[in-house]
């Protein structure tokens, strides 16, 4: 009886993580290290996978940490609708878990992925690995820990493309590499679009709990109708970029061409997003679908550089 509640409660702890949501920071690390592959022809399963795990456990430490602070702003509780997408965790609002075991875990976890981050430094001895590994450590964790709470003060979305678009595809290309270039310029840009709109979609739904406490999301700040314009023009400009890559840079093509093929998809979540879909019913399909679109985007454009990496000429 003892062993089965400990490996419950275990369960429970790896639940608060959220999970389903994990593909937001391990996508981007493949996307990286797969371009590094197409660009080289060498790859590092050491350093994809510490880079991989290192990720993920940060993220797992601030979606952790999220749920604590929203917990302190009164935010999730002030949300009584909350959605499979938006509004939390719950496990403290539930009686799951406690504060305190809550905000433990998240240090627990942090703390991993920081011991991961100071391996690979230790093996690659790079600043700007060091400087990538601290800006997603405390990134993660004040996009709602005070003081700065930077997804209270309209910078959260543009924090989150930055955590899971830029800096782990660069990150990742680095360590494969030994180098950044403008290689990395559309895939990166395309990862932190994509996480974007998963971010911006998923605010739709908690307007009304965000403002009562102040935090200033884009769409609380900015109202549906932008936001709605915002998403769409987020999402088409993915598309322009992979389609402008084809032509001016050469490793990109066939990354370029995979991703294209998720237009279809792309075109219904455009459809999809409108004011009255987001705010006036509990259709969730353009959530779902603007997660599985990251999801896909980021295996085309992985498949694409590895088709490359194993075509090229890179004597």
Known sequence: ???????????????????????????????????GFAATGTF??????????ATVLLHSGANVANDYYDHL????????????FS???????????????????????????????????IVTRSVF????????????????AKPIKLCYRTLGEITIAILFGILPVTGSYYLQTGRVDYHVVPAA???????FLIILINEFPDIG???????????????????VILYRSALALTYLIAAASLFFDSVM??????????????????????????????DFRVNARTIMLHMAGALALAIGFVIYGLTADHS
Request: net charge positive; charged share 10%.
């Open 1 to 35: 009886m003892l062993d089965s509640l400990k490996s419950s409660r275990l369960f429970v702890y790896f639940l608060a993580t959220r999970p389903a949501f994990l593909t937001a920071s391990a996508a981007p690390v493949l996307v990286g290290s797969a371009l």
């Open 44 to 53: 590092s399963v050491p350093l994809f996978l510490l880079a991989l795990f």
């Open 73 to 84: 702003s009164g935010n999730d509780q002030a949300n009584k609708n909350p959605t499979p």
């Open 87 to 121: 509004g939390g965790c719950r496990f403290i609002q539930d009686g799951v878990m406690s504060p305190k075991a809550t905000l433990l875990e998240s240090v627990i976890l942090l703390a991993a992925g920081a011991a991961l981050g100071i391996v690979i430094l």
């Open 129 to 144: 690995i060091l400087m990538l590994g601290l800006a997603g450590l405390l990134g993660g964790f004040f996009y709602t």
């Open 189 to 195: 840009v395309i990862m932190a679009l994509l996480i």
């Open 209 to 227: 709990p965000d403002a009562s406490v102040d935090k200033k999301t884009l769409v609380v700040r900015f109202g549906v109708s932008v936001c």
């Open 253 to 282: 093509f066939y990354a370029a061409i995979a991703y294209l093929l998720t237009l279809p998809l792309g075109v219904n979540v455009f459809a999809l997003a409108n004011a009255k879909n987001l705010t006036e019913s509990k």
